[in-house]
């Protein structure tokens, strides 16, 4: 992912408010994050528990996502649809975003579990288990890593409404 300045996070989001966007906490580490080792941004605000964002890059620009802590959580412990770790080191939450535009004003969302704390970009470039990674585990990486990628795009298709 290539770095994004405060201003163009603030303005990729698609299901926020325009206030909303203004009173954002940007994540704590923001001018220290290793954007090359980031498929995507995800961070909790720290004022309100229950908000988190993930900005996702796209083809065509970042897509910032304004998301929900859902009330209910899973009891079991469930996958990530992000990075689908079945043997991750973090919490998965359930999260619900707000649809942009029209579909979002009426109150229509789309919901996803997620790691918790948004660590799916340092889960997929772990060394994976030799049962997963076979003969060649930076193949094995590399793959977990383009999955990412095109679970965030799906994501942020999803919420923006330009359905494939």
């Not at 993930?54 to 970042?62: A, K, N, S």
Request: glycine content about 8%.
């Amino acid at each position: 992912m290539h770095a994004l300045t405060e201003s163009e996070i603030r303005g990729s989001f698609v299901n926020a408010t325009v206030r909303e966007r203004k009173s954002l906490v940007l994540p704590p580490d923001f001018k220290e994050l290793n954007w090359e080792r980031k498929d995507f941004v995800g961070w909790r605000d720290p004022k309100q528990p229950l908000v988190g964002y993930v900005v996702i890059p796209t083809d065509d620009e970042p897509v910032g996502i304004m998301l929900r802590l859902g009330g209910r959580q899973p009891r079991k412990r469930p996958l990530c649809s992000f990075c689908e770790d079945v043997l991750l080191p973090n919490d998965v939450a359930f999260f619900s975003a707000k649809l942009a535009g029209a579909a979002g004003r009426k109150g229509d969302t789309v919901g996803t579990l997620i790691c918790s704390n948004f660590e799916c970009s340092k889960n997929v470039r772990m060394k994976p288990p030799p049962v997963f990674g076979g003969h060649d585990p930076e193949a094995v990486r590399q793959q977990r890593i383009e999955s990412l990628q095109l679970r965030l795009n799906g994501f942020a298709t999803r919420v923006v409404g330009r359905e494939k």
